[in-house]
């Protein structure tokens, strides 16, 4: 399988040793990213009590998994700060949810990897932790525009980052093959 595949009831993938290691390894490093602003909270009660910071975050990354609400204005600042004070704790618990789904359904293949089937709750996990390591590459290689992209397509083999574009093209069939199987 180059991508994923319609299964009945969702989606599959046949994915090798390097590609379940390559996405365990990418989820990983984005919990760890996450978790470098500031903890989940396990606790419900807690949870509903706690503050999400108001301020953008100084990770350019982070900047773009979690965007200003309103970007035009004078109160644009005062709005995307009492935006993100209200949605930043859980839209981060919903990345680190799919994140952590992505690697479990990858650790669960065990050695060697073997096909994946996902049904449609597992398909979202994915299409939302695919697209978060998508942003988070592109972020890295200065990717704002589909032209630097198209740009990046074109260095030389010797360049540093060619692997990472790999990756990220990588990424981005596996993102538009799921969401084709998703599709009616």
Known sequence: MEGFEPFPGGAAIRLGESEAGILH????????LL??????VEDPI???????????PEDPVLARLFPDAYDAGDDAREQSAEFRRFTENDLRT?????????????????PGGGV????AEDSRHWLGA??????????????????DADKLYELPPDDERVPVVIVYSW?????????????P
């Open 94 to 110: 919903r990345k680190r949810d799919d994140a952590r789904a992505l690697m479990a359904d990858v650790d669960a293949l065990g």
């Open 130 to 147: 695919l697209n978060d390591l998508r942003l988070a590459l592109a972020t890295r290689l200065g990717i704002e525009t589909e032209e």
């Open 25 to 32: 390894g990418l989820a990983e490093q984005l919990l760890d």
């Open 35 to 40: 978790a470098s602003r500031g903890e989940h």
């Open 171 to 183: 990424l981005n069939m596996l993102q538009d093959t799921l969401v084709e199987t998703m599709t």
């Open 46 to 56: 807690a949870a509903i009590f706690a503050t999400a910071p108001s301020e953008p």
């Open 116 to 119: 994946l089937s996902l049904d």
